[in-house]
């Protein structure tokens, strides 16, 4: 495997009145596990589904029901957390969050505080210009969702739909360690990337299958790094949190306005309240929704419900050596195996169809690079075009691992595989067979380019003269030659015999 090697992003510096600020930034990342059923119910997770449809009597809060622990939700949050490389716990537990809500019937939230059952990981960020960051994971812990409040359905009423209640969540919470909105946007794509790898959560953000808790506090300069060496938060500034946010895009604007927020504070000479705040798209700002509550505001205990989760380490070892190729390793293995540079394998494993197709088309053709050329630059465009994915590409792998492979003969040009490719794409067929039977082939002759230069040649005296005194005009004679070929003939044959034939 290639040992890749990143300069780190420069942190995003932010001019206020009276001087620069830099920004510190940790997320708390909540995804659903891809599970059918619940975290502790055998109701149903179906998105889209009749409200209050999915709801089992333990998710209803209703007296008497017991919380079922579901095994697959276990082994999901074990598999994210291998994939973030982190520490798995053998044992944790599960403890009660009281508040009340009225979309939460139990009254309380089954979460992980004390002892989650993912500890210390990390991300590889990569800001695709050649920088990246490693961003550390502090924990992951397992959770209940909460159900949905209707406020807007009726001018009176609000209504409550409990299908999500008790949908497994993983929070995902991270040092603060991001240093700009692009870094915080890029690294929840990328833990997208690797669940969606994994399969443990399917990353819709807005269906809210992955949602961003984002804390946000301002320092000066250099403050981070002193952080950093002494792990001492007083050197970092008062964090707000922006709950709930379910866009990337939002993520960004969010962050850049709430730094902005708080320095205007600061540089007024106030300081900054600890405070859960509410990003407004339509405004784009945030606002207020309360003052930083504190953990013994929810009187957390242990669910007397549910026994300690103990796992054991074979159980671990098992899962870990099932995981599938994630998406660092694979972007190493293609820049190694195939010679590409780290965008184009950035671009080719950004998910695993993606890259499964272009490995067959590598495999098939012999060539990584002309094919990695060919998918990221022709199919990807084309598909793109048409607002297609690659599993409805009308090209198969095998018909573009033909094209390839024509072209590496040097049967037919670059200017003519285009063309081809599109007759593929739009008609179908098989790309040798199409070249044979639509005289396609690059002509190799160079009895036939010798007749062609000749003739053009003897009807353009003045051009002849011209491109004496200056060979830079012989291009005009290979440009005339490629026309009246049809776009046939072998490029590098052609500007040869024009030389020689011009006597350049
Ligand atoms: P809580 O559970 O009260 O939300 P945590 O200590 O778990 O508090 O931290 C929550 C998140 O806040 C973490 O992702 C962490 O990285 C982030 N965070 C902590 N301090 C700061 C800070 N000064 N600026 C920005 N983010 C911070
Ligand atoms: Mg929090």
């Known amino acids: 495997m290639l040992d890749l090697t990143y300069d780190t992003p420069k942190p995003k510096v932010i001019s206020g009145a009276k001087q620069d600020w830099e920004l510190v930034i940790g997320l708390e990342v909540h995804a659903q596990v891809a599970s059918n059923a619940k975290l502790f119910s055998g109701a149903s997770t179906r998105f889209g589904a009749e409200p209050n449809s999915n709801v089992a009597f333990v998710d209803a809060g209703m007296p008497g029901m017991l919380p079922v622990i579901n095994e697959f939700c276990v082994e999901q949050a074990v598999r994210t957390g291998l994939g973030l490389k982190a520490v798995i716990n053998l044992k944790s537990a599960f403890d009660r969050k009281n508040y009340f809500y009225p979309d939460l019937p139990q009254g309380y939230q089954i979460s992980q505080l004390y002892h989650p059952i993912v500890g210390e990981g990390e991300v590889l960020v990569e800001m695709g210009d050649g920088t990246a960051r490693t961003v550390r994971i502090e924990r992951i812990h397992m959770e209940q969702d909460a159900g949905k409040s209707i406020h807007d359905m009726d001018p009176a009423m609000s209504f409550v739909d409990l299908n999500r209640t008790g949908v497994c969540l993983m ?33 819709n953000m807005q269906n809210g299958n992955l949602r961003a808790d984002v804390n946000v506090s301002i320092c000066q300069p250099g403050a981070y790094e002193r952080y950093q060496d002494s792990q001492d938060f007083s050197h970092l500034g008062t964090r707000c949190e922006i709950k709930n946010m379910n866009s990337l895009r939002f993520i960004q604007a969010a962050i850049e306005h709430e730094a902005r927020r708080q320095i205007a504070i600061v540089e007024a000479g106030g300081t900054v309240d600890q405070e859960t705040r509410l990003y407004d798209p339509d405004k784009g700002e945030t606002r207020s929704m309360r003052s930083k509550e504190e953990a013994h505001d929810y ?129 179908g067929g098989d790309p040798e067979q199409i070249v044979e039977a639509r005289g396609m082939k690059q002509v190799t002759d160079t009895g036939a380019i010798e007749a062609a230069v000749d003739e053009i040649i003897a009807a353009n005296p003045a051009q002849v003269e011209k491109a004496r005194q200056n060979p830079k005009l012989a291009g005009w004679f290979v440009g005339q030659v490629m026309k009246a070929t049809g776009g046939k003939a072998n490029p590098k044959a052609v500007n040869e015999i024009v030389a020689r034939k011009l006597a350049l």
């Open 171 to 203: 929070e995902i919470v991270s040092r603060p360690d991001i240093r700009g909105p692009e870094e915080a946007a890029a690294y929840v794509s990328k833990l997208r990337q690797i669940m969606r790898y994994l399969g443990t959560c399917d990353g």
């Open 299 to 427: 009187r957390y205990f242990p669910d007397p419900d549910l026994l300690p989760l103990e796992i054991e380490q074979a159980w671990i070892d098992d899962i870990a050596a099932r995981l599938p190729e994630l998406p660092d390793a694979k972007k190493a293995r293609f820049m190694a195996d195939f010679g590409l540079s780290d965008y184009d394998a950035s671009v080719l494993t950004a998910d695993t169809a993606n890259a499964a197709y272009f490995e067959s088309v590598a495999a098939e053709a012999g060539d990584g690079k002309l094919a990695a050329n060919w998918v990221i630059n022709e199919l990807f465009g084309r598909l793109k075009k048409d607002e297609r994915g690659i599993a409805e590409s009308p090209v198969s792998p095998a018909q573009l691992a033909a094209i390839v492979r024509l072209i590496k003969k040097g049967d037919i040009s670059g200017k003519i595989a285009k063309d081809l490719f599109e007759i593929t794409y739009t008609e």
